[in-house]
């Protein structure tokens, strides 16, 4: 089994920046992480979720969809099990709750999600 919890969301003005943390923990993950891309995805009310950035935990090999490009940035800390979303210039359209989940090699899908983490950017 694996838990993700994240912190670090909250309120702040456009322009702004925000990092989100997520922590990994549990069996499966301590044993097995190098085998596991880590991703943020968000969901803003009445839209669908989107994976918004991700990274393999072996090589580091990150992806970001076009509209983050330039202004977050994901990063992980191998010591303490814990994935990071740098997020800068932060714009009202980027408003969500915000959720780390973990996908094990050759998944289609991300098997395990965290509880989630406000963000609110104001105009």
């Known amino acids: 089994q694996v838990q993700l919890v994240e912190s670090g969301g909250g309120l702040v003005q456009a322009g702004d920046s925000l990092r989100l943390s997520c922590a990994a923990s549990g069996r499966g993950f301590r044993q097995y992480n190098i085998q596991y891309t880590m991703g943020w995805h968000r969901q803003a009310p009445g839209k669908e979720r989107e994976l918004v950035a991700a990274i393999t935990w072996s090589e580091g090999r990150t992806y970001y969809i076009d509209s983050v490009k330039g202004r977050f940035t994901i990063s992980r800390d191998s010591a303490k099990n814990t994935v990071f979303l740098q997020m800068n210039s932060l714009q009202p359209d980027d408003t969500a709750v915000y959720y780390c989940?973990?996908?094990?090699?050759?998944?289609?899908?991300?098997?395990?999600w965290g509880q989630g983490t406000q963000v609110t950017v104001s105009s």
């Open positions: 989940a973990a996908k094990f090699r050759g998944r289609d899908g991300y098997d395990y």
